[in-house]
T-cell receptor
């Protein structure tokens, strides 16, 4: 299919790890992105991974990429209430002029 | 850098009125994107420009929508006449072509 897909909701307790999953479609995508959107705000670039990498770690964030299955995940360690937001994964399509194709977004709810 | 700047942040208008949304991309970026976000349809790419030239406007919903980029530091998205179903948050993003997109804070449009 043409869509980037994510589950819509995830609820975790403060201090637990969160794992947000995404499947993408374009095997030629060189970069895959995670954006964060807090209520009433714009999209903030969280992290990205280059397609020749399997994993990227940045403080509490770990991105895992499985190119064979076209599966991307974002793990947030020690999740805090401030992490409550909508998380979007996106793939870049160079054959369409560099367009970003977004998933529907996963709403992460962190309970104290 | 101030990031992508959008104005106004909020716009309330009546059906039939003309609406103009404005965007100033990050200095040095040569690609500019207009997105619309609604609960029903998520994030939709409306149009994007490379070097001030519109490349793909296939996401523009209908002829009531038009976008211009008269120079590298300014773009407008115009809706004339506006309708209640145009109510959404409109985001502008910019990038160095093919690279990471950075989003503005968005304009929340309400058409009564």
């Amino acid at each position: 299919g043409e869509d980037v897909e994510q589950s819509l909701f995830l609820s975790v307790r403060e201090g637990d790890s969160s794992v947000i999953n995404c499947t993408y479609t374009d095997s030629s995508s060189t970069y895959l992105y995670w954006y964060k959107q807090e209520p009433g705000a714009g999209l903030q670039l969280l992290t990205y991974i280059f397609s020749n990498m399997d994993m990227k770690q940045d403080q509490r964030l770990t991105v895992l990429l499985n190119k064979k299955d076209k599966h991307l995940s974002l793990r947030i360690a020690d999740t805090q209430t401030g992490d409550s937001a909508i998380y979007f994964c996106a793939e870049i399509r160079y054959n369409q002029g560099g367009k970003l194709i977004f998933g529907q977004g996963t709403e992460l709810s962190v309970k104290p | 850098d101030a990031g992508v700047i959008q104005s106004p942040r909020h716009e309330v208008t009546e059906m039939g009125q003309e609406v103009t949304l404005r965007c100033k991309p990050i200095s040095g970026h040569n690609s500019l994107f207009w997105y619309r976000q609604t609960m029903m349809r998520g994030l939709e790419l409306l149009i994007y420009f490379n070097n001030n030239v519109p490349i793909d406007d296939s996401g523009m919903p209908e002829d009531r929508f038009s976008a211009k980029m008269p120079n590298a530091s300014f773009s407008t998205l115009k809706i004339q006449p506006s309708e209640p179903r145009d109510s959404a948050v409109y985001f502008c993003a910019s990038s160095i072509r093919g690279d990471t997109q950075y989003f503005g804070p968005g304009t929340r449009l309400t058409v009564l």
